[in-house]
Protein backbone atom coordinates (compact mmCIF):
# COMPACT_ATOMS: atom_id res chain seq x y z
CA UNK A 1 0.00 0.00 0.00
CA UNK A 2 1.06 3.69 -0.85
CA UNK A 3 2.40 5.57 2.57
CA UNK A 4 1.08 8.71 0.79
CA UNK A 5 2.50 10.58 3.70
CA UNK A 6 3.63 14.75 3.31
CA UNK A 7 7.43 14.65 3.41
CA UNK A 8 9.89 17.55 3.53
CA UNK A 9 13.02 17.03 2.03
CA UNK A 10 16.36 18.29 3.50
CA UNK A 11 16.32 22.34 2.79
CA UNK A 12 19.62 24.35 1.60
CA UNK A 13 19.54 25.86 4.94
CA UNK A 14 23.83 25.47 5.69
CA UNK A 15 24.51 23.17 8.85
CA UNK A 16 27.13 24.40 11.03
CA UNK A 17 30.96 23.97 9.29
CA UNK A 18 32.23 23.23 12.72
CA UNK A 19 30.94 21.67 15.67
CA UNK A 20 29.89 24.44 18.31
CA UNK A 21 32.09 23.79 21.69
CA UNK A 22 30.37 24.32 24.72
CA UNK A 23 31.93 23.91 28.46
CA UNK A 24 30.95 23.84 32.29
CA UNK A 25 29.96 27.00 34.28
CA UNK A 26 31.43 26.95 37.44
CA UNK A 27 31.59 29.20 40.12
CA UNK A 28 30.74 32.34 36.90
CA UNK A 29 33.70 30.91 35.21
CA UNK A 30 33.86 28.96 31.79
CA UNK A 31 35.92 25.84 32.31
CA UNK A 32 36.80 22.62 30.24
CA UNK A 33 37.40 19.21 32.32
CA UNK A 34 40.55 18.89 34.16
CA UNK A 35 41.02 16.02 32.26
CA UNK A 36 40.12 17.75 28.94
CA UNK A 37 37.29 14.82 28.62
CA UNK A 38 34.80 16.19 26.16
CA UNK A 39 31.70 14.24 23.57
CA UNK A 40 30.06 15.13 20.73
CA UNK A 41 26.39 15.60 19.69
CA UNK A 42 25.38 14.79 16.20
CA UNK A 43 22.23 16.80 14.65
CA UNK A 44 19.68 13.64 14.94
CA UNK A 45 18.21 14.94 11.65
CA UNK A 46 21.33 15.68 9.94
CA UNK A 47 23.43 13.19 11.32
CA UNK A 48 26.54 15.45 11.44
CA UNK A 49 27.99 16.33 14.29
CA UNK A 50 26.99 20.23 15.64
CA UNK A 51 27.95 19.99 19.29
CA UNK A 52 31.64 19.47 21.43
CA UNK A 53 31.28 19.78 24.67
CA UNK A 54 32.94 19.34 28.16
CA UNK A 55 32.74 15.76 30.00
CA UNK A 56 32.03 16.93 33.52
CA UNK A 57 33.84 14.13 35.77
CA UNK A 58 33.95 14.08 39.57
CA UNK A 59 35.71 17.17 40.07
CA UNK A 60 33.62 19.41 38.04
CA UNK A 61 30.83 18.35 39.88
CA UNK A 62 32.04 18.31 42.98
CA UNK A 63 33.33 21.95 42.19
CA UNK A 64 29.92 23.24 41.30
CA UNK A 65 27.96 22.36 44.21
CA UNK A 66 30.82 23.61 45.97
CA UNK A 67 30.60 26.79 44.58
CA UNK A 68 26.82 26.35 44.76
CA UNK A 69 26.96 25.98 48.49
CA UNK A 70 29.23 28.94 49.31
CA UNK A 71 26.60 31.55 47.32
CA UNK A 72 23.43 29.99 48.49
CA UNK A 73 25.38 30.54 52.40
CA UNK A 74 26.91 33.92 52.02
CA UNK A 75 23.20 35.12 51.01
CA UNK A 76 24.63 37.19 47.75
CA UNK A 77 21.66 35.81 46.28
CA UNK A 78 19.61 34.92 48.80
CA UNK A 79 19.63 37.34 50.71
CA UNK A 80 18.42 40.09 47.88
CA UNK A 81 14.78 41.56 48.18
CA UNK A 82 12.26 39.89 46.06
CA UNK A 83 12.13 43.18 44.11
CA UNK A 84 15.96 42.55 43.00
CA UNK A 85 15.50 39.01 42.20
CA UNK A 86 12.88 40.15 39.86
CA UNK A 87 14.50 42.36 37.74
CA UNK A 88 17.17 40.29 37.17
CA UNK A 89 14.35 37.10 36.25
CA UNK A 90 12.86 39.81 33.79
CA UNK A 91 16.05 40.88 32.76
CA UNK A 92 17.03 37.24 31.76
CA UNK A 93 13.18 36.94 29.77
CA UNK A 94 14.11 39.86 27.90
CA UNK A 95 17.50 38.41 26.87
CA UNK A 96 15.93 35.51 26.28
CA UNK A 97 13.70 36.73 23.86
CA UNK A 98 16.46 39.02 21.79
CA UNK A 99 18.82 35.56 21.73
CA UNK A 100 15.26 33.57 20.26
CA UNK A 101 16.87 32.60 16.90
CA UNK A 102 20.20 31.77 18.10
CA UNK A 103 18.36 29.85 20.68
CA UNK A 104 15.76 27.64 18.58
CA UNK A 105 17.93 26.69 15.70
CA UNK A 106 20.65 24.99 18.55
CA UNK A 107 17.40 23.48 19.67
CA UNK A 108 16.50 22.37 16.31
CA UNK A 109 20.09 21.01 15.66
CA UNK A 110 20.65 18.96 18.77
CA UNK A 111 16.97 18.16 19.61
CA UNK A 112 15.54 17.37 15.94
CA UNK A 113 12.53 19.53 16.43
CA UNK A 114 10.93 21.38 13.89
CA UNK A 115 12.39 25.47 13.79
CA UNK A 116 9.17 26.78 13.92
CA UNK A 117 8.57 24.35 17.29
CA UNK A 118 12.13 25.42 19.09
CA UNK A 119 10.88 29.14 18.32
CA UNK A 120 7.57 28.61 20.07
CA UNK A 121 9.59 26.72 22.48
CA UNK A 122 11.96 29.74 23.07
CA UNK A 123 9.28 32.19 23.65
CA UNK A 124 7.47 29.93 26.35
CA UNK A 125 10.16 29.85 28.29
CA UNK A 126 10.90 33.51 28.03
CA UNK A 127 7.31 33.62 29.95
CA UNK A 128 8.18 31.59 32.56
CA UNK A 129 11.15 33.40 33.55
CA UNK A 130 8.77 36.35 33.39
CA UNK A 131 6.04 34.69 35.67
CA UNK A 132 8.27 33.44 38.10
CA UNK A 133 9.44 37.52 38.33
CA UNK A 134 6.01 38.12 39.30
CA UNK A 135 6.09 35.35 42.13
CA UNK A 136 9.25 36.59 43.91
CA UNK A 137 8.23 39.56 44.44
CA UNK A 138 4.35 38.38 45.86
CA UNK A 139 6.46 35.04 48.12
CA UNK A 140 5.25 35.82 51.84
CA UNK A 141 4.18 33.30 54.71
CA UNK A 142 1.10 33.57 56.61
CA UNK A 143 0.83 35.18 59.97
CA UNK A 144 -1.24 33.91 63.03
CA UNK A 145 -3.20 36.82 65.37
CA UNK A 146 -5.62 34.04 67.02
CA UNK A 147 -3.27 32.28 68.84
CA UNK A 148 -4.26 34.13 72.23
CA UNK A 149 -3.48 37.89 73.33
CA UNK A 150 0.50 36.55 74.04
CA UNK A 151 1.56 34.96 71.18
CA UNK A 152 2.01 36.21 67.79
CA UNK A 153 3.17 32.98 65.28
CA UNK A 154 4.83 33.70 61.98
CA UNK A 155 5.59 31.37 59.65
CA UNK A 156 8.07 32.01 56.87
CA UNK A 157 8.66 31.33 53.62
CA UNK A 158 12.51 30.18 52.94
CA UNK A 159 14.73 29.22 50.14
CA UNK A 160 15.39 25.40 50.28
CA UNK A 161 19.25 26.21 49.48
CA UNK A 162 20.93 23.92 46.86
CA UNK A 163 19.17 22.59 44.12
CA UNK A 164 20.06 19.91 41.81
CA UNK A 165 18.05 20.41 38.67
CA UNK A 166 18.76 17.63 35.74
CA UNK A 167 16.65 17.71 32.87
CA UNK A 168 15.95 15.42 29.75
CA UNK A 169 16.50 16.16 25.71
CA UNK A 170 13.15 16.54 24.38
CA UNK A 171 12.54 20.02 25.34
CA UNK A 172 15.62 21.18 26.90
CA UNK A 173 15.05 25.24 26.74
CA UNK A 174 11.23 24.63 28.26
CA UNK A 175 12.33 22.40 31.04
CA UNK A 176 15.20 23.82 32.60
CA UNK A 177 12.86 27.41 32.50
CA UNK A 178 9.91 25.19 34.59
CA UNK A 179 12.89 24.93 37.42
CA UNK A 180 15.73 27.26 37.26
CA UNK A 181 13.57 31.14 37.18
CA UNK A 182 11.24 29.18 40.50
CA UNK A 183 14.62 27.97 42.37
CA UNK A 184 16.11 31.64 41.52
CA UNK A 185 13.02 33.38 42.57
CA UNK A 186 12.88 31.30 46.14
CA UNK A 187 16.22 32.62 46.62
CA UNK A 188 18.45 29.37 45.69
CA UNK A 189 21.40 28.03 44.36
CA UNK A 190 21.76 25.94 41.76
CA UNK A 191 23.90 23.31 40.15
CA UNK A 192 22.03 22.33 36.47
CA UNK A 193 22.71 19.31 34.43
CA UNK A 194 20.90 19.00 30.77
CA UNK A 195 20.88 15.52 29.19
CA UNK A 196 24.23 14.47 27.18
CA UNK A 197 22.16 14.61 24.02
CA UNK A 198 21.44 18.52 24.18
CA UNK A 199 23.51 20.62 26.31
CA UNK A 200 23.96 23.51 24.10
CA UNK A 201 20.77 26.05 24.84
CA UNK A 202 20.98 25.34 28.62
CA UNK A 203 25.00 26.44 28.40
CA UNK A 204 23.21 29.62 26.18
CA UNK A 205 21.29 30.24 29.46
CA UNK A 206 24.30 30.20 31.47
CA UNK A 207 25.59 32.89 29.02
CA UNK A 208 22.23 34.97 29.26
CA UNK A 209 22.85 35.13 33.33
CA UNK A 210 25.91 36.10 33.89
CA UNK A 211 24.96 38.79 31.09
CA UNK A 212 22.12 39.99 33.41
CA UNK A 213 24.29 39.95 36.34
CA UNK A 214 23.50 36.98 38.30
CA UNK A 215 25.98 36.83 40.84
CA UNK A 216 28.88 34.10 40.21
CA UNK A 217 28.23 30.49 41.55
CA UNK A 218 24.65 31.30 42.13
CA UNK A 219 23.74 28.84 38.58
CA UNK A 220 26.17 26.65 37.93
CA UNK A 221 26.14 24.12 35.11
CA UNK A 222 28.17 20.65 34.38
CA UNK A 223 27.90 19.14 31.00
CA UNK A 224 28.13 15.14 30.98
CA UNK A 225 26.48 12.06 31.81
CA UNK A 226 23.79 10.41 34.59
CA UNK A 227 26.90 9.25 35.74
CA UNK A 228 28.78 10.55 37.32
CA UNK A 229 27.13 13.73 37.11
CA UNK A 230 23.53 13.12 38.13
CA UNK A 231 24.21 10.30 40.10
CA UNK A 232 27.10 12.90 42.54
CA UNK A 233 24.45 15.88 42.40
CA UNK A 234 21.78 13.48 44.04
CA UNK A 235 24.10 11.86 46.48
CA UNK A 236 25.87 15.09 47.81
CA UNK A 237 25.22 16.41 51.44
CA UNK A 238 25.46 19.86 50.46
CA UNK A 239 22.77 19.42 47.53
CA UNK A 240 19.52 20.36 49.51
CA UNK A 241 16.99 19.42 46.97
CA UNK A 242 16.47 17.14 43.73
CA UNK A 243 13.89 18.33 40.71
CA UNK A 244 13.94 15.98 37.93
CA UNK A 245 12.42 15.28 34.81
CA UNK A 246 13.01 12.48 32.89
CA UNK A 247 12.25 8.59 32.67
CA UNK A 248 10.61 6.61 35.91
CA UNK A 249 13.18 4.51 35.95
CA UNK A 250 15.80 7.02 36.39
CA UNK A 251 13.31 8.98 38.93
CA UNK A 252 13.13 6.11 40.92
CA UNK A 253 16.67 5.74 41.27
CA UNK A 254 17.09 9.59 41.80
CA UNK A 255 14.72 8.57 44.80
CA UNK A 256 17.02 5.96 46.40
CA UNK A 257 19.89 7.76 45.56
CA UNK A 258 18.63 10.74 47.54
CA UNK A 259 17.07 9.17 50.43
CA UNK A 260 20.49 8.44 52.90
CA UNK A 261 20.72 12.70 52.82
CA UNK A 262 16.93 12.72 52.72
CA UNK A 263 17.08 15.36 50.22
CA UNK A 264 13.74 16.30 49.12
CA UNK A 265 12.79 15.05 45.59
CA UNK A 266 10.47 16.72 42.73
CA UNK A 267 10.13 14.64 40.31
CA UNK A 268 8.12 15.17 36.49
CA UNK A 269 8.22 11.79 35.01
CA UNK A 270 6.52 9.82 31.95
CA UNK A 271 3.18 9.03 30.80
CA UNK A 272 0.43 6.86 28.87
CA UNK A 273 -1.82 9.61 28.50
CA UNK A 274 -5.35 9.23 27.09
CA UNK A 275 -7.69 10.80 25.15
CA UNK A 276 -11.47 9.34 25.86
CA UNK A 277 -13.77 10.25 22.97
CA UNK A 278 -17.37 9.63 23.32
CA UNK A 279 -19.85 9.51 20.42
CA UNK A 280 -21.36 12.93 20.93
CA UNK A 281 -17.85 14.74 21.13
CA UNK A 282 -17.02 17.42 18.15
CA UNK A 283 -15.15 14.28 15.91
CA UNK A 284 -13.55 17.61 13.97
CA UNK A 285 -11.91 19.04 16.95
CA UNK A 286 -11.27 15.33 18.48
CA UNK A 287 -9.45 14.26 15.70
CA UNK A 288 -7.40 17.10 15.27
CA UNK A 289 -6.49 17.12 18.50
CA UNK A 290 -5.92 12.99 18.43
CA UNK A 291 -3.32 13.69 15.85
CA UNK A 292 -1.61 16.49 17.42
CA UNK A 293 -1.21 14.93 21.02
CA UNK A 294 0.50 11.67 19.10
CA UNK A 295 3.04 13.78 16.74
CA UNK A 296 3.53 17.20 18.64
CA UNK A 297 7.49 16.77 19.02
CA UNK A 298 7.63 13.30 17.11
CA UNK A 299 6.08 11.74 20.22
CA UNK A 300 8.97 12.48 22.30
CA UNK A 301 6.40 14.31 25.04
CA UNK A 302 5.62 13.32 28.75
CA UNK A 303 1.96 14.61 27.77
CA UNK A 304 1.89 12.70 24.28
CA UNK A 305 -1.34 11.88 23.97
CA UNK A 306 0.01 8.12 23.22
CA UNK A 307 -3.26 6.27 23.11
CA UNK A 308 -6.86 6.96 22.32
CA UNK A 309 -10.14 4.91 24.21
CA UNK A 310 -12.52 5.81 21.67
CA UNK A 311 -16.28 4.48 21.94
CA UNK A 312 -17.10 1.79 19.43
CA UNK A 313 -19.50 3.33 17.77
CA UNK A 314 -17.67 5.89 16.34
CA UNK A 315 -14.39 3.40 16.83
CA UNK A 316 -14.05 2.95 12.76
CA UNK A 317 -14.70 6.64 11.94
CA UNK A 318 -12.27 8.06 14.46
CA UNK A 319 -9.90 6.19 13.50
CA UNK A 320 -9.96 6.01 9.66
CA UNK A 321 -9.85 9.98 10.15
CA UNK A 322 -6.97 10.13 11.93
CA UNK A 323 -5.66 7.87 9.44
CA UNK A 324 -6.29 10.30 6.92
CA UNK A 325 -5.22 13.20 8.75
CA UNK A 326 -1.87 11.87 9.58
CA UNK A 327 -1.37 11.38 6.00
CA UNK A 328 -1.40 15.43 5.54
CA UNK A 329 1.04 15.76 8.49
CA UNK A 330 4.60 17.43 7.31
CA UNK A 331 7.52 15.24 8.52
CA UNK A 332 11.10 16.05 7.48
CA UNK A 333 13.57 18.62 7.74
CA UNK A 334 13.50 20.18 11.27
CA UNK A 335 15.54 23.32 9.77
CA UNK A 336 12.38 24.16 6.94
CA UNK A 337 9.65 26.15 8.10
CA UNK A 338 7.05 23.88 6.99
CA UNK A 339 8.06 20.94 9.07
CA UNK A 340 5.55 19.79 11.69
CA UNK A 341 7.33 16.54 12.80
CA UNK A 342 11.56 16.13 12.88
CA UNK A 343 13.60 13.61 13.59
CA UNK A 344 14.12 10.65 16.33
CA UNK A 345 16.30 11.99 19.12
CA UNK A 346 19.01 8.71 18.38
CA UNK A 347 19.42 5.59 17.03
CA UNK A 348 18.82 3.78 19.93
CA UNK A 349 16.03 5.30 20.65
CA UNK A 350 14.28 5.24 16.98
CA UNK A 351 15.21 1.00 17.57
CA UNK A 352 13.44 1.02 21.19
CA UNK A 353 10.00 3.08 19.12
CA UNK A 354 10.19 0.29 16.52
CA UNK A 355 10.39 -2.47 19.13
CA UNK A 356 7.34 -1.73 20.29
CA UNK A 357 5.33 -1.82 17.08
CA UNK A 358 6.66 -4.99 16.27
CA UNK A 359 5.70 -6.27 19.66
CA UNK A 360 2.32 -5.19 19.10
CA UNK A 361 1.69 -6.50 15.98
CA UNK A 362 3.42 -10.11 16.90
CA UNK A 363 0.67 -9.55 19.76
CA UNK A 364 -2.17 -9.25 17.53
CA UNK A 365 -2.85 -6.01 17.14
CA UNK A 366 -3.04 -4.06 13.44
CA UNK A 367 -0.82 -1.23 12.29
CA UNK A 368 -3.36 1.02 10.43
CA UNK A 369 -0.84 2.96 9.18
CA UNK A 370 3.34 3.27 9.36
CA UNK A 371 5.19 1.15 11.75
CA UNK A 372 8.50 1.92 10.61
CA UNK A 373 11.20 3.92 9.60
CA UNK A 374 11.01 6.98 7.45
CA UNK A 375 13.25 7.82 4.63
CA UNK A 376 13.61 11.55 4.14
CA UNK A 377 15.35 12.87 1.00
CA UNK A 378 18.76 13.82 1.23
CA UNK A 379 18.78 13.40 5.40
CA UNK A 380 21.15 11.49 7.17
CA UNK A 381 19.15 11.56 10.49
CA UNK A 382 16.82 9.08 11.51
CA UNK A 383 12.83 9.62 11.39
CA UNK A 384 9.77 7.32 12.09
CA UNK A 385 6.72 7.15 10.16
CA UNK A 386 3.28 8.60 11.61
CA UNK A 387 2.05 5.65 13.09
CA UNK A 388 -1.52 4.24 14.30
CA UNK A 389 -2.08 0.91 16.37
CA UNK A 390 -6.02 -0.71 16.33
CA UNK A 391 -6.71 -3.37 18.38
CA UNK A 392 -4.79 -2.83 20.99
CA UNK A 393 -5.34 -4.29 24.30
CA UNK A 394 -4.76 -3.70 27.60
CA UNK A 395 -2.55 -6.10 28.42
CA UNK A 396 -0.03 -5.23 25.31
CA UNK A 397 3.30 -3.11 25.95
CA UNK A 398 2.16 -0.63 23.72
CA UNK A 399 -0.62 0.24 25.64
CA UNK A 400 1.29 0.40 28.92
CA UNK A 401 4.47 1.51 28.38
CA UNK A 402 5.60 4.91 27.36
CA UNK A 403 6.82 4.16 23.71
CA UNK A 404 8.03 8.56 23.46
CA UNK A 405 7.29 8.12 19.43
CA UNK A 406 4.65 9.39 16.47
CA UNK A 407 2.71 6.05 17.84
CA UNK A 408 -0.90 5.65 18.60
CA UNK A 409 -2.81 2.84 20.12
CA UNK A 410 -6.18 3.02 19.60
CA UNK A 411 -8.73 1.19 22.34
CA UNK A 412 -12.17 1.53 22.47
CA UNK A 413 -14.95 1.14 25.48
CA UNK A 414 -18.84 1.04 25.52
CA UNK A 415 -19.41 2.77 29.25
CA UNK A 416 -18.21 5.55 31.19
CA UNK A 417 -17.14 2.86 33.74
CA UNK A 418 -15.16 1.19 31.13
CA UNK A 419 -13.39 4.09 30.11
CA UNK A 420 -12.48 5.28 33.43
CA UNK A 421 -11.13 1.90 34.09
CA UNK A 422 -9.05 1.65 31.10
CA UNK A 423 -8.23 5.17 32.17
CA UNK A 424 -6.51 4.13 35.24
CA UNK A 425 -4.81 0.68 34.27
CA UNK A 426 -2.13 3.02 33.58
CA UNK A 427 0.79 2.88 36.82
CA UNK A 428 1.30 6.46 34.70
CA UNK A 429 -0.81 9.68 35.75
CA UNK A 430 0.61 12.56 34.08
CA UNK A 431 -2.71 13.88 31.96
CA UNK A 432 -5.75 12.38 30.51
CA UNK A 433 -8.26 14.08 27.97
CA UNK A 434 -12.01 13.77 27.21
CA UNK A 435 -14.40 14.80 24.07
CA UNK A 436 -17.62 15.33 24.65
CA UNK A 437 -20.41 17.83 24.13
CA UNK A 438 -22.43 17.04 27.47
CA UNK A 439 -20.52 19.20 30.10
CA UNK A 440 -22.18 16.07 33.19
CA UNK A 441 -19.83 13.49 31.05
CA UNK A 442 -16.80 16.17 30.38
CA UNK A 443 -17.23 16.45 34.52
CA UNK A 444 -17.81 12.99 35.58
CA UNK A 445 -14.83 11.67 33.52
CA UNK A 446 -12.39 14.94 34.99
CA UNK A 447 -13.37 13.72 38.75
CA UNK A 448 -12.78 9.98 38.05
CA UNK A 449 -9.20 10.19 36.02
CA UNK A 450 -5.97 9.70 38.16
CA UNK A 451 -4.23 11.86 36.61
CA UNK A 452 -2.37 15.46 37.47
CA UNK A 453 -3.95 17.03 34.23
CA UNK A 454 -7.49 16.63 32.86
CA UNK A 455 -8.43 18.27 29.48
CA UNK A 456 -12.04 18.39 28.35
CA UNK A 457 -12.44 19.31 24.93
CA UNK A 458 -8.77 20.50 24.11
CA UNK A 459 -5.42 18.64 24.55
CA UNK A 460 -1.74 19.43 25.64
CA UNK A 461 -3.13 22.77 26.28
CA UNK A 462 -0.40 24.91 28.89
CA UNK A 463 -0.41 27.94 30.81
CA UNK A 464 2.37 29.24 33.77
CA UNK A 465 -0.72 29.86 35.89
CA UNK A 466 -1.42 26.58 36.21
CA UNK A 467 0.14 24.10 38.12
CA UNK A 468 1.56 20.97 36.32
CA UNK A 469 2.60 17.75 37.48
CA UNK A 470 1.51 13.85 37.90
CA UNK A 471 0.48 10.81 40.42
CA UNK A 472 1.41 7.58 40.47
CA UNK A 473 4.71 6.46 38.74
CA UNK A 474 4.43 9.64 36.71
CA UNK A 475 5.82 11.91 39.60
CA UNK A 476 5.52 14.07 42.58
CA UNK A 477 5.50 17.72 43.65
CA UNK A 478 4.39 20.21 41.04
CA UNK A 479 5.74 22.95 38.53
CA UNK A 480 4.70 25.99 37.33
CA UNK A 481 1.66 28.41 39.26
CA UNK A 482 2.36 28.80 42.90
CA UNK A 483 3.10 25.41 43.83
CA UNK A 484 6.27 25.65 41.19
CA UNK A 485 7.29 27.87 43.38
CA UNK A 486 6.71 26.38 46.98
CA UNK A 487 8.82 23.19 45.44
CA UNK A 488 11.85 25.37 46.35
CA UNK A 489 10.54 26.56 49.54
CA UNK A 490 11.11 25.49 53.08
CA UNK A 491 8.97 26.96 55.79
CA UNK A 492 9.93 27.51 58.89
CA UNK A 493 7.74 29.00 62.25
CA UNK A 494 8.15 31.91 64.40
CA UNK A 495 6.31 31.72 67.51
CA UNK A 496 7.00 35.06 68.97
CA UNK A 497 5.47 35.83 73.00
CA UNK A 498 4.58 39.35 73.82
CA UNK A 499 5.70 40.80 76.83
CA UNK A 500 6.39 38.76 80.25
CA UNK A 501 3.74 36.53 80.21
CA UNK A 502 5.34 32.79 80.20
CA UNK A 503 4.39 31.02 83.03
CA UNK A 504 7.21 29.47 84.86
CA UNK A 505 8.13 26.13 84.85
CA UNK A 506 9.75 25.67 87.38
CA UNK A 507 9.36 28.29 90.75
CA UNK A 508 12.90 30.18 91.20
CA UNK A 509 11.76 30.81 95.24
P1 LIG B 1 16.67 9.63 31.40
O1 LIG B 1 15.66 9.62 32.46
O2 LIG B 1 17.67 8.55 31.37
O3 LIG B 1 17.50 10.99 31.39
C1 LIG B 1 17.08 12.22 31.96
C2 LIG B 1 18.25 12.91 32.62
O4 LIG B 1 18.68 12.18 33.77
C3 LIG B 1 19.46 13.05 31.74
O5 LIG B 1 20.07 14.30 32.00
C4 LIG B 1 20.31 11.89 32.20
O6 LIG B 1 21.67 12.02 31.90
C5 LIG B 1 20.07 11.93 33.69
N1 LIG B 1 20.41 10.70 34.39
C6 LIG B 1 20.51 9.44 33.89
N2 LIG B 1 20.80 8.57 34.88
C7 LIG B 1 20.90 9.28 36.03
C8 LIG B 1 21.17 8.95 37.39
N3 LIG B 1 21.39 7.69 37.78
N4 LIG B 1 21.20 9.93 38.30
C9 LIG B 1 20.94 11.20 37.95
N5 LIG B 1 20.68 11.58 36.68
C10 LIG B 1 20.64 10.64 35.72
O7 LIG B 1 15.89 9.70 30.03
P2 LIG B 1 16.40 9.17 28.62
O8 LIG B 1 16.98 10.29 27.90
O9 LIG B 1 17.25 7.96 28.73
O10 LIG B 1 15.04 8.74 27.96
C11 LIG B 1 14.54 7.42 28.21
C12 LIG B 1 13.05 7.43 28.34
O11 LIG B 1 12.67 8.31 29.39
C13 LIG B 1 12.31 7.95 27.14
O12 LIG B 1 12.17 6.96 26.18
C14 LIG B 1 11.02 8.37 27.76
O13 LIG B 1 10.17 7.25 27.90
C15 LIG B 1 11.42 8.88 29.12
N6 LIG B 1 11.58 10.34 29.18
C16 LIG B 1 10.59 11.08 29.75
C17 LIG B 1 10.68 12.45 29.76
C18 LIG B 1 9.62 13.31 30.34
O14 LIG B 1 9.45 14.43 29.90
N7 LIG B 1 8.91 12.87 31.35
C19 LIG B 1 11.80 13.15 29.17
C20 LIG B 1 12.82 12.29 28.62
C21 LIG B 1 12.69 10.95 28.64
P3 LIG B 1 22.27 11.53 30.50
O15 LIG B 1 21.17 10.97 29.67
O16 LIG B 1 22.84 12.78 29.95
O17 LIG B 1 23.30 10.52 30.82
Not at 34 to 61: C, I, L, M, N, Y
Not at 195 to 221: F, H, K, R, W, Y
Not at 438 to 463: K, S
Amino acid sequence: EMLDLTLVAATDATLPAEPAEVRHLIAGEWRASADGATFDRRSPAHGVVVTRAAKGGVAETEAAIAAARQAFDDGRWSELSGKERATLLLRVADLIDRDRERIARVETLEAGKPIAQSRAEIEGAADLWRYAAALARTLSGDSHNSLGRDILGVVLKEPIGVAAIICPWNFPFLIVSQKLPFALAAGCAAVVKPSEMTPSTTVILGELLMEAGLPAGVCNIVLGFGDPVGALMTTDPRVDMVTFTGSTGVGKAIVAAAAPTLKKVSLELGGKNPQVIFPDADLDGAVDAIVFGVYFNAGECCNSGSRIIVHEDVAEEVTARVVALSRKVAFGDPLNEATKVGAIVSPEHQAKIDGYVKGAVAAGATVRLGGAALDVPGLGGQFYQPTVVAGVTPDMAIAREEVFGPVLSVLTFRTMEEAVSLTNAASYGLSAGVWSENVHTCLAFARAARAGTVWTNTWMDGFAELPFGGVKESGQGRELGRYGLEEFLEVKTVQMRIGRTRTPWVAAG
